[in-house]
């Protein structure tokens, strides 16, 4: 069993920063971090960042610049750090994982809104 927590979200104002974080807890054997995806009310959910094994990274045009993502294998963690913040970045933030299987695993979510 795998559990991927996610935790750092909130209310900020836009251009604030915040920094997400995925704690990854289990049976980690073969298991890989990969990356963020959000999900704002009535639409779909997007990939908003992903890493690589190698520790190369995508992210999606609207936060290209502004968001990046890391991870320490360590310490089975995930981090998303996001700057300037808009008003259009308010979702559900979910991390992700996957294993050799190609099985994906998800965490419960956690909320960033961003508002005046």
């Known amino acids: 069993q795998v559990q991927l927590v996610e935790s750092g979200g909130g209310l900020v104002q836009p251009g604030g920063s915040l920094r997400l974080s995925c704690a990854a807890s289990?049976?980690?054997?073969?298991?890989?971090?990969k990356g963020w995806y959000r999900q704002a009310p009535g639409e779909q959910r997007e990939l908003v960042a992903t890493?690589?094994?190698?520790?190369?990274?995508n992210y999606a045009d609207s936060v290209k610049g502004r968001f990046t993502i890391s991870r320490d294998n360590a310490k089975n963690m995930m981090y998303l750090q996001m700057n300037d913040l808009k008003p259009e970045d308010t979702a559900v933030y979910y991390c992700y994982a996957r294993n050799v299987m190609a099985r994906t695993y998800w965490g419960q979510g956690t909320q960033v809104a961003v508002s005046t």
């Open positions: 890493i690589t094994n190698g520790g190369n990274t």
């Open positions: 289990g049976s980690l054997l073969s298991i890989s971090l």
